[in-house]
C-alpha cells in the first residue's frame, strides 16, 4: 500500500527567511502525482503545488517550490521569503491511478 | 463561482441520533469526496463518486452512507452517530479521475458526537 510520511510534526520559521518541510513516500508505481496542499486556521484546504513524477523539472510557483528526487521517493516543499499568512498546516498527498493518500501533516508557524 | 460549499459547518449530535452533511459544487466536476481528518492522521477517504448517480467506498466507509442523486450534490449520511464519529469532515471535488487531478475542498464541517 502507498504511504506518505512527513517526519517533521510541527516547524517554525522566522519571517521572510527560508523553510523546508519534507515528505517521503512509498511506492512501487512509476507514473504518479504529488500534491502539497496548505491548511491554514480557517481549515479550508488549499492547493499549493503539484508535481506530476514523469517531469524531472521541479514544480515552482511563486515563492513555493519543491525539491523532488524520484530515485529516493523525496518530496519536499521550500517556501522562500515566508510571510505571516504562510502559518498553517502542510499536507503532502500522493495520487496514482487507484489511490490519494494524504501524510499526516506538519504544522508551520510564521514568526514576527 | 463559489466553489465547494458544504451545509452545516458545525453540528453536535447525540449517540445515536443520524444526520445528513451537504456537499455542493458549481464547477460541474465528475468526481466528488468524503473525507474525514482527525488530529495526527491526515485527511481520510470516507466515500467518493465518479458521477451522478455513482459511489464507491474509500478508506473508512463503516458507518456513513452516500448519495449523489445530481451531479452537482454528494451527500454523506450518518444513520447512527457514534462518538468515534466526532471528526471535522470534508468534501472535496476534481474534474478528472480522483488519482490524479487537483482536488478542490470545501470548508469542512466539524461534527462532534456526545
Known amino acids: 500500500a502507498q504511504t506518505v510520511t512527513q517526519s517533521q510534526p510541527e516547524m517554525s520559521v522566522q519571517e521572510a527567511e527560508t523553510v523546508t518541510l519534507s515528505c517521503t513516500y512509498d511506492?512501487?508505481?512509476?507514473?504518479?502525482?504529488l500534491f502539497w496542499y496548505k491548511q491554514p486556521p480557517s481549515r479550508q484546504m488549499i492547493l499549493v503545488i503539484r508535481q506530476e513524477a514523469y517531469k524531472q523539472q521541479n514544480a515552482t510557483e511563486n515563492r513555493f517550490s519543491v525539491n523532488f528526487q524520484k530515485a529516493a521517493k523525496s518530496f519536499s516543499l521550500k517556501i522562500s521569503d515566508s510571510q505571516l499568512g504562510d502559518t498553517a498546516m502542510y499536507f503532502c498527498a500522493f495520487a496514482d491511478g487507484q489511490n490519494f493518500v494524504f501524510g499526516p501533516g506538519t504544522r508551520l508557524s510564521v514568526l514576527p | 463561482n463559489a466553489g465547494v460549499t458544504q451545509t452545516p459547518k458545525f453540528r453536535v449530535l447525540k449517540t445515536g441520533q443520524s444526520m445528513t452533511l451537504l456537499c455542493a459544487q458549481d464547477m460541474n466536476h465528475e468526481y466528488m469526496y468524503w473525507y474525514r481528518q482527525d488530529p495526527g492522521m491526515g485527511l481520510r477517504l470516507i466515500h467518493y463518486s465518479v458521477g451522478e448517480g455513482t459511489t464507491a467506498k474509500g478508506e473508512v466507509p463503516d458507518g456513513y452512507n452516500v448519495s449523489r442523486l445530481k451531479k452537482q450534490n454528494f451527500l454523506l449520511g450518518l444513520e447512527s452517530a457514534a462518538p468515534s464519529q466526532t471528526s471535522v469532515y470534508f468534501c472535496?471535488?476534481?474534474?478528472?479521475?480522483?488519482?490524479?487531478?487537483?482536488?478542490?475542498f470545501g470548508p469542512g464541517t466539524r461534527l462532534t458526537v456526545l
Open positions: 511506492t512501487s508505481e512509476s507514473n504518479y502525482y
Open positions: 472535496a471535488s476534481s474534474r478528472d479521475r480522483r488519482s490524479t487531478d487537483t482536488q478542490y
